[in-house]
């Protein structure tokens, strides 16, 4: 079993302590049977697969697998959301995006085959499901060109703006239905998609309120008025922290003094592994101080009195929490599926100003239903490949999708894994016609209970942490707190960089610029970049990826790149990254392997070539990040 996210708690009294005991055998008893999901649910089993000597292996089930071809493709899929999850009373306007696609999946046949923009003009109205009110009525240019009856690697992103008035509603916790019809110039065929959007009261100046750009999956947070943040609007805001232990930490008498150093390493976030009622001082001592907080609910998450207690009580009028953490791991311990989901529904109606996170730790397990839009906002991945044996288990088994559980699921055992199972949940979310959700990353900072030998090396920390940037998370917090010294450091000196300027408005930024029919899409980021190591072929450990910024009137700016070497031998040879613009200058390299350097005085020497960024030399785990000056010709 993975026992690794099991901590201590504020100690019980011993009739306590004998009660929970007598508690816990008998919830053992019913979750080893018809409380799990799966199949041999007597079995002991870990993301579905029995894991102990002495069982036979057997499919696991619930895996997402590619779906069949619709044989009347090409097909136009439409999706509709809100730019940002909820808007304020104290605002004007709001944004909708609808999402076009051409699929072999999902949506109604797009059988546009004609060369002229007319008969490419999809035509919508998007209007309130009680009223048939209309909200926006638009048109958008399909993309048909793709004639292979395959997916189209990155969707049309059209952003249209509205008159919040236009609701026709007073500001309330209860969601908005809004539903787009669709046709062609023709007529036929149409379509119908829905979305809902919350317009909420204000909160009052000491209460923080977060919003997710459902574009870029990007958080933007606004503070209480009591923390020491400068700001009392919305700001970009990339949480990087740790999971925070009570004993050793949270527990010690000179708590808010382990905190401050916490801070002072360059952590911007929290995961407290304790609750109010057991550490107000702490948590009043984290909002003085702008230490942002993702508030656990995990150990109880399935009693609904706890859970509202919780936000009642705290949560919800707080300053610095920034997101719920609802539960860990529902799909290793095999949870039935409507237990994130009832949380998640109480916690959206008594708090709709924070938004719902939850870790999944199995790589291809009911991955659907443990992720669904109504089980949480936020999908964080635990993926803990250093020091394990990713073949055979301390249970005596072998490793395979079918049984067994070495420390990761699935995993080869290398840095590779983190980048390789965000890709996977974003996969799976196309294959399943979902709008991606955003991700977070839990990077490994432990070792221990005879699955993990060794903690990460620092090179080990930095590479991990920017491979899963460079896949799209949008926030780290990492297991577990008290680290040591130097997981620490190497944590808090990346933070340092990620969580300021000029990186963090890179990577969160708010990309959008004016074009025919609405706003659209700027290129934003992260976008795979093309790497070629001269005169060495087959070299893939090296990951890079591009984010620019855009200003309201379509001109490029800037651009970050991050680049790392995923592997554990120097390459001693130039480094290309194929970049889509040939004008530009190196302004900065805020992140040289851990040191903040010119662009010729660090541990690398960074030139442009053309449309090329070129590396004289990359280490063994080097990590890099670039800054770019776009010129406007």
């Given at each position: 079993?993975?026992?690794?996210?099991?901590?201590?708690?504020?100690?019980?009294?011993?009739?306590?302590?004998?009660?929970i005991a007598r508690l816990l055998a008998i919830v053992g008893t019913a979750r080893g049977q018809e409380d799990q999901t799966g199949n041999h649910p007597d079995w002991p089993r870990w993301c579905g697969k029995v894991y102990e000597a002495g069982y036979p292996a057997f499919d696991p089930g619930g895996q997402t697998v590619e779906p069949a071809r619709n044989p009347n493709a090409p097909l136009l899929h439409i999706q509709l959301k809100p730019r940002y999850n909820l808007y304020l009373s104290s605002e004007t306007e709001a944004e909708l995006i609808v999402r076009s696609e051409i699929s072999p999946y999902h949506g109604t046949p797009w059988n546009s085959s004609s060369t002229s923009d007319r008969s490419n003009w999809f035509i919508f109205t998007i209007n309130l499901v009680d009223t048939d009110d209309v909200v926006i009525s638009n048109k958008i240019i399909v993309n048909n060109n793709n004639n292979n009856n395959t997916s189209t690697d990155d969707p049309q992103i059209n952003i249209f703006s509205f008159p919040l008035s236009r609701l026709g509603k007073s500001p309330s916790l209860k969601p908005i239905d809004l539903v787009l019809y669709g046709a062609p110039e023709g007529g036929h065929p149409t379509w119908t998609t829905t979305t809902s959007i919350l317009y909420l009261p204000d909160r009052g100046p000491k209460n923080g309120v977060t919003k997710i750009d459902n574009l870029s999956g990007s958080l933007f947070f606004r503070p209480g008025g009591n923390s020491n943040s400068s700001t009392t609007t919305f700001e970009p805001f990339f949480p990087y922290g740790f999971?925070?232990?009570?004993?050793?930490?949270?527990?010690?008498?000179?708590?808010?003094?382990?905190?401050?150093r916490y801070h002072d390493l360059g952590f911007n976030a929290?995961?407290?592994?304790?609750n109010y009622s057991d550490s107000s001082a702490n948590f009043e001592y984290m909002d003085d101080i702008d230490l942002r907080i993702m508030y656990n609910l995990r150990e109880n998450y399935k009693n609904l009195d706890y859970v509202r207690e919780q936000v009642e009580s705290y949560v919800r009028d707080s300053e610095g929490v920034f997101a719920y953490w609802?539960?860990?791991?529902?799909d290793g311990w095999q949870d039935p599926f409507h237990f994130p989901v009832k949380t998640y529904d109480l916690l959206h109606a008594l708090d709709p100003y924070h938004p719902v996170a939850l870790v999944l730790n199995c790589q291809n397990y009911y991955f659907s239903n443990y992720s669904s839009s109504s089980s949480s906002d936020i999908i964080m991945s635990d993926v803990y490949p250093i020091g394990i044996n990713a073949t055979f288990s301390k249970w005596n088994t072998s490793c395979t999708p079918n049984l067994g559980d070495c420390g990761c699921d699935n995993c080869a055992g290398n840095l590779q894994d983190v980048p390789n199972r965000l890709d996977t949940f974003r996969q799976y979310e196309k294959w399943l016609g979902l709008w991606p959700k955003p991700k977070m990353h839990n990077p490994q900072s432990f070792h221990g209970q005879d699955y993990w030998l060794r903690d990460p090396s620092i090179g080990e920390t930095h590479a991990m942490a920017l491979l899963a940037v460079n896949h799209g998370a949008k926030g780290l917090i990492s297991w577990v707190w008290p680290a040591s010294a130097t997981l620490g450091r190497a944590h808090g000196d990346l933070a340092g960089i990620?969580?300021?300027?000029?990186?963090?408005?890179?990577?969160?930024?708010?990309?959008?610029?004016?074009?025919?029919?609405?706003?659209?899409?700027g290129d934003g980021g992260p976008f795979a970049a093309e790497v070629q190591v001269i005169g060495h072929k087959g070299i893939e450990v090296v990951d890079a990826a591009f984010w620019v910024r855009t200003d309201t009137h379509g001109q490029k700016r800037n651009m970050l790149v991050s680049v790392v070497n995923g592997g554990y031998a120097d390459i001693n040879s130039p480094v290309e990254i194929k970049l889509p613009f040939n004008e530009a200058?190196?302004?900065?390299?805020?992140?040289?392997?851990?040191?903040?350097?010119?662009?010729?005085?660090?541990?690398?020497?960074?030139?442009?070539?053309?449309?090329?960024?070129?590396?004289s030399r990359l280490p063994a785990l080097g990590t890099f990040l670039v800054t770019l000056d776009l010129l406007v010709v």
């Open positions: 079993m993975v026992w690794h996210k099991f901590f201590s708690a504020p100690p019980l009294s011993v009739g306590a302590a004998a009660a999971f925070a232990s009570y004993d050793g930490f949270l527990g010690r008498n000179d708590s808010t003094s382990q905190i401050q929290m995961t407290p592994l304790t609802s539960t860990d791991e529902p990620v969580t300021r300027e000029p990186v963090l408005g890179l990577l969160l930024g708010r990309y959008e610029t004016r074009g025919a029919g609405g706003l659209v899409e200058v190196i302004e900065s390299v805020p992140w040289d392997n851990g040191n903040n350097m010119t662009p010729t005085g660090g541990t690398v020497e960074w030139k442009l070539e053309g449309s090329k960024l070129m590396a």
